[in-house]
């Protein structure tokens, strides 16, 4: 198998207005060239065509945070995975645990809507994780391993479908497992998807994410089994999501 190319995303949730676009700009201006690593931003819907066109000439990838799993219809509010692709996303999340727990998205909608992704073009990054009591209890690798089985779809392969883990306990909070219980759940995920998708499962890459910063960046890539991250708040400030794209890179 081909070493995988890492892929660090970054997650703005509902933060960001058009001056936020300065910092994708200037993330652009300091990438290493070549960047070595794949490159998303999933800012909020209302600055995805800006996005696509500040990332214009650069490696720079845009992506939504969520679509519906309808092309059309009486959706209030909603948007459909078509609108992204064309306001010029590459790739949309599904199933952020924020998702599943403010709009309660069960695995079944979250399979929909990545669906819906692959339907108009998108690349899926389908989140899992489990809580803290889950971890506690014990039940982490099972929980995850539900929400797999629930949430990804038959029709996955490598080129479409990137899963992200990420500990909900984990998510903005500063928290980080050891790089042991990573590498567990890492391996876990791999080891599912294998034997459900053989090798185009083996190929798939799975991305950490929760509380990824500047300061352990280095020592999460360094993780047997993470393939990139998908990066929350440290994802809104260039220099710092920068640094850890730049802790991504492969060595030399
Ligand atoms: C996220 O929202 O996907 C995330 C990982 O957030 P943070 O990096 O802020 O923990």
Redesign the pocket.
């Known amino acids: 198998m081909t070493a995988k190319t890492r892929l660090v995303a970054g997650?703005w949730?509902m933060n960001g207005s058009k001056a936020s676009l300065m910092e994708i700009e200037a993330v652009k201006t300091g990438l290493a060239n070549p960047p070595g690593v794949e490159v998303a931003v999933c800012p909020p819907a209302t600055l995805i065509s800006r996005a696509h066109i500040v990332v214009g000439g650069s490696p720079i990838l845009v992506g939504g945070q969520d679509c519906h799993a309808e092309v059309s219809g009486a959706h209030t509010g909603d948007l459909a995975a078509e609108m992204l692709a064309d306001a010029g996303a590459t790739y949309v999340i599904v199933g952020?645990s924020?998702r599943r727990a403010d709009h309660g998205e069960t695995d079944a909608v979250v399979r929909a809507k990545a669906e819906a992704g692959w339907r108009a073009g998108l690349t899926v990054i389908l989140?899992v994780g489990e809580t803290r009591a889950q971890r506690e209890a014990g039940e982490a690798l099972a929980v995850v391993e539900g929400q797999l089985a629930g949430s990804v779809p038959d029709g996955a392969r490598a080129r479409n479908l990137v899963i992200?883990y990420?500990p909900v306990w984990?998510?903005?909070?500063g928290l980080t497992p050891t790089g042991a219980d990573i590498a567990e759940m890492h391996a876990h995920i791999g080891a599912r998807l294998a034997e459900r998708f053989g090798e185009d499962g083996a190929g798939m890459r799975i991305l950490y994410?929760?509380?990824?910063k500047p300061d352990n960046a280095a020592e999460i890539f360094a993780v047997a089994g993470v393939d990139g991250a998908?990066?929350?708040?440290?994802s809104l400030k260039a220099a710092d999501f920068l640094a850890i794209i730049n802790a991504a890179r492969p060595a030399e």
């Open positions: 997650n949730k952020h924020e989140c992200a990420e984990a998510i903005g909070t994410g929760g509380s990824v998908l990066v929350g708040g440290a």
